[in-house]
């Protein structure tokens, strides 16, 4: 049982780094793109967000901030000499120098993550190009070398995340090796007298007792002599899909499991960070003893024109607002009518709207949804400040309800909460009211492209189909299950009826390519998780060539064949596989981006809707 005497109950003062540097607690990092080009002077909405605007660019007011050190490869692929140049200054020196008016200094921390996201999850990401390597035990080092020519004055160990789900065997190894990685990374450090960050141990588990045993290796490994003296912090990971997934009780029995597993005498000098998380769920990270968090949910969120209302916290549709009601900083200087003809405009490119590039208008939403965090971190610092944290959080559950069972989760362990919250709130059950519960899929990571290949497995398409529809794989399985495979069927099913069952859907996976809808159920194809991302140019050449052979194969029996998807990596390999096959068509025809929010915009569907409608119009 977890004490309450031993809990933090959230924590204000500073943190002292080793470079001398200090932090507020609790403190929240934007997630930020910073080497979005060759100079620092370009970056779409980046370019706003960072410094462009000059009353709120987050590099303008000081404010401290997150990049992962492989953001590179988004925007200048291929190119060594271009991220030459951001190594040998460092990247605040860089923007100090070239941006337009200067920053007069910038002196906030940069806290620099490992991009072990995107490295370790995937099989094939080739860095050679730029001189570097994970091959060979020589990770750690590569992105210590990163973090330094950058100049994290904060930096996270190179980790192997862990996918909800994950066979246990596969999450021990995945863990095992993400400690070794960080006793690594420490005794690198510990021999470079030129480099003396603050160090976060990237820290996972399963379940309470998983993380337990994580973190109690970590501090017996950073007890061996060497590294007795080597002050650092835990960052949670691996918590992202439990917010999306509203699984808040297992975050809080993760970080309960941490916290109690941190030696006594360590547990008010080891600072927890936990990644990807904020909004709604800050006074609770606060009450569980998290002294800092980070979140890129802003600009996601801006790029789907998903504007946080600054009295409910819900999000509305920037299209379908009326009025700005927020007297934010960045709001008391919006323009509504500016932004919504900017951003229904055509017009690409060139500064047309208002003087200003369309990635203005975008950045404007992204830096107000941020300020709503913002607002949120100095109402849980003030409660600190006040010793009322326990106070603020119930209140803040009365506006966020979702949240309600996690509080009293936390009250069957902490007496004085669950008396409280038994006067205040009404008592949640935590019994699961299911007599059958279904049981989550275990997935794995250790699957290939051999592991499912419809090209030969002597499969034969099923009879009476006319047209064929390709559309990009889900995270959900099935696939047809997912929100997004739902979200389409139901548009063509509300138009077309009966007429629905002419088409044969056939998934586009990331892994194996073609997946037909009939095989959706098959273990190879429930099992895994993998996804595709642009930079993976051997793994897109692979379900490209499936793709392009698939419909060769079998085109012959459907009189149209179609490719639905937005999102880059996806539209790509349709793209590619159109330029082979003729009368391959890839909708939407023009969408606005490249991003997987387009996916359901209402034009885009219609678009398809209207073509399938018409094909099968003689039926």
Known sequence: MFSGQSFKHG?????????????????????????????????????????????NGLLRRNKPVMSQVLHFLDFIRQRSQSLEKWREKGIKQRYIEEVSPPLTSYTAPLFLDSGGYQLLWKKSVDLSAYGLSIENGQGPQSILNLQQDFGGDIIATLDYPLPPNLAVEEAKERMQKSIDNAVTMALQL????????????????????????YVRQIFDQFNREELKETNFGLAVGSLVPLRGGHKYEIIVNLLLGLQESIPENKRNKTP??????????????????????????????????????????????????????????VCQQGNLEHIKNALTSDIRGIPAHNGHYKSKYYG???????????????????????????????????????????LHFIAQEQEDLRVRLSRILIPVSFQNKQKNPVKNQVISLKHTPDDFNILSNGYKPLKNKQVLLIIPCSGGKPYSKSHSHQFISERLEKILGEKTDLIQKVTLSGLYGPVPEEYEQKPAIMSYD?????????????????????????????????????????????????????????????????????FYRKENVAELVEQVNAILSQF
């Not at 409910?312 to 934010?328: D, F, I, K, Q, S």
Request: proline fraction near 4%; charged fraction near 25%.
């Open 272 to 329: 927890i960070h936990v990644f990807g998380i904020t909004g709604s769920l800050i006074p609770l990270l606060a009450y569980l003893g998290v002294d800092s968090f980070d979140s890129s949910t802003y600009v996601q969120e801006a790029r789907s024109l998903e504007y946080i209302n600054p009295e409910n916290g819900r999000y509305l549709h920037v299209l379908e607002m009326e009025e700005l009601t927020c007297n934010c900083r």
């Open 11 to 55: 924590r204000i003062g500073t943190l002292d780094l080793n470079n001398n540097q200090s932090i507020s607690t609790p403190i929240l990092f934007p997630v930020v793109s910073l080497i979005t080009g060759t100079t620092p002077k370009g970056g779409g909405l980046w370019k706003y967000i960072l410094q462009a605007d000059e009353s």
């Open 190 to 213: 510990k021999l470079n007298s030129d480099y003396k960050p603050f160090l976060y141990v990237a820290t996972h588990g399963q379940d309470r007792e998983g993380i337990g045993n």
């Open 530 to 598: 993998f996804r595709l991302e642009q930079i993976d140019k051997v793994q897109s050449a692979l379900i490209t060539e499936r793709l392009v052979s698939y419909i060769e194969r079998y085109s012959d029996r459907y009189i149209a064949c179609i490719g639905y998807a937005t999102s880059m990596a996806y539209r790509i390999v349709l793209e590619q596989t159109a330029k082979v096959v003729s009368d391959f068509l890839v909708l939407p025809v023009k969408p606005k981006s490249r991003r997987f929010s387009e």
């Open 364 to 406: 404007d939403i992204a830096l107000h949804n941020l300020e709503m965090d913002f607002r949120i971190v100095e109402k849980t610092k003030d409660a600190i400040a006040a010793d009322s944290l326990q106070e603020y959080l119930i209140e803040h559950t009365e506006n966020f309800s979702k949240l309600r069972p996690a």
